[in-house]
């Protein structure tokens, strides 16, 4: 079965230091990844995804990923954080684009929040 | 573009009273998802449409909760009766189709005291 491992609970970090979100896959075909940031109240947004290509993708907000198939990982990374990107994190798993995986759906890791220290 | 629409934004209620929630996906996304997210955890899903019709309905607890989507398009999601456990975020989702990226709406936060 597929799962997501995020094992960073909290993480706090300065206002302009570099970020990087630990995110850990079990997958049984090349894995479509995702992940999506959670502002209080708010729904989820999409940070940025990948499936195939480079394996270095950027997403909204200043934000990138890489994903490591030896690794099993795809870590979210900024060089810079801003005070407006304290939230949750998300990353999730789900199957290809265009497949008839019908029973694999979207499953996501418990989340890692994210504060940022003025 | 509109994005995923969700009524009410948040909602009180006894445990054993009756709640339901409303979904209007994004325009021409054929497929729709209900979520529950309990508080600290990631979103689980309880139910996929496509179209009218449930692609995936086997985390859903069919004793007390019940979705429909009538004409394709808006949904609705009931608990009756709710349980204390039931306190969590409904997070509604729309894609494309079933492989496509999910857009999610902002939530209905319940409480059940």
């Known amino acids: 079965a597929q799962s997501v491992t995020q094992p960073d609970i909290h993480i706090t970090v300065s206002e302009g230091a570099s970020l990087e979100l630990r995110c850990n896959y079990s997958y049984g075909a090349t894995p479509y990844l995702f992940w999506y940031v959670q502002s209080p109240g708010q729904g989820l947004q999409l940070l940025l995804k990948y499936f195939s290509g480079d394996t270095l993708v950027q997403g909204i907000k200043g934000f990138e990923a890489e994903f490591k198939r030896s690794q099993s990982s795809f870590n979210l990374r900024k060089p810079s954080v801003h005070w407006s990107d304290a939230a949750e994190y998300f990353c999730a798993v789900g199957p290809p684009p265009l497949s008839n995986f019908g029973n694999e759906k979207l499953t996501f890791g418990t989340g890692t929040r994210l504060t940022i220290i003025p | 573009e509109a994005g995923v629409a969700q009524s009410p934004r948040y909602k009180i209620i006894e445990k054993r009273q009756s709640v339901a929630f409303w979904c209007n996906p994004i325009?021409?996304?054929?497929?729709l998802y209900w979520y529950q997210q309990i508080l600290g955890q990631g979103p689980k899903l309880l139910i996929q449409?496509?179209?009218?019709?449930?692609?995936?309905d086997s985390q859903l607890p069919k004793d007390r909760f019940s979705a429909e989507r009538l004409k394709g398009v808006d949904s609705t999601l009931k608990i009756q009766p709710a349980k204390l456990e039931d306190s969590a975020v409904y997070l509604c989702?729309?894609?494309?189709?079933?492989?496509?990226?999910?857009?999610f709406g902002p939530g209905t936060r319940l409480t059940v005291l």
């Open positions: 989702a729309s894609s494309l189709d079933a492989s496509g990226t999910q857009y």
């Open positions: 325009s021409g996304h054929a497929t």
């Open positions: 449409f496509q179209n009218n019709g449930v692609v995936d």
